[in-house]
């Protein structure tokens, strides 16, 4: 037997419903939907709880993990001179400073945070130089923020960045 092209349309409809929305800041065509997914917001019922950050989170942050890179690299063309300093926040005194000079396309450790010995949770401020430019970020050790990264990009300019969670 075979499917009508109604129920064949009806199927697709289905499996496409989720594509169908409007991106951020536009205007849908389709139909206001009848029920919508549960969204972070307050609310008085005394069974409802409300998490403004999930636990897992939460206790990431809270963990300790000295272990933090702080990486420079270079995917320009030229050969980079980066001045590396770290400040442990807890002191304001510098922890690390010194200039790498970096190839194009190479990459490599400049300081680990580990090696301040820090005592639980510790926030340190990364600052780098490099091509008249001064960035800075600040990372702690805590199982939340990854490895800093220095990179002078593709076209010259200086990036500082870190991960978290």
């Known amino acids: 037997?075979?499917?009508?092209?109604?129920?064949?349309?009806?199927?697709?409809?289905?499996?496409?419903?989720?594509c169908?929305?409007?991106?951020?800041?536009?205007t849908s065509s389709s139909p206001t939907p009848t029920t919508a997914s549960p969204?972070?917001?307050?609310?008085?019922?005394?069974?409802?709880t409300v998490?403004?950050?999930?636990?897992t989170h939460r206790a990431a942050s809270n963990s300790p993990d000295p272990e933090k890179a702080v990486v420079v690299a270079n995917e320009w063309d030229s050969v980079v001179e980066m001045r590396v300093r770290v400040v442990r926040d807890a002191t304001n005194r510098t922890v690390h400073e010194a200039t790498y000079t970096v190839d194009p396309g190479a990459e490599r450790t400049a300081y680990d945070v580990a090696t301040a010995d820090p005592v639980g949770v510790e926030s340190f401020t990364v600052v780098v130089t490099a091509r008249d430019t001064t960035e800075r970020v600040?990372?702690?050790?805590?199982?939340?923020?990854?490895?800093?990264?220095a990179e002078i990009l593709d076209d010259g300019t200086l990036y500082l960045y870190y991960a978290i969670c």
């Open 1 to 18: 037997m075979r499917p009508s092209r109604r129920s064949v349309l009806l199927v697709a409809l289905l499996f496409t419903a989720g």
């Open 138 to 149: 600040s990372i702690e050790t805590s199982e939340c923020y990854g490895d800093a990264y």
């Open 20 to 26: 169908l929305s409007a991106p951020p800041g536009g």
């Open 39 to 48: 969204s972070p917001t307050a609310t008085t019922s005394a069974n409802a």
């Open 51 to 55: 998490t403004a950050t999930p636990p």
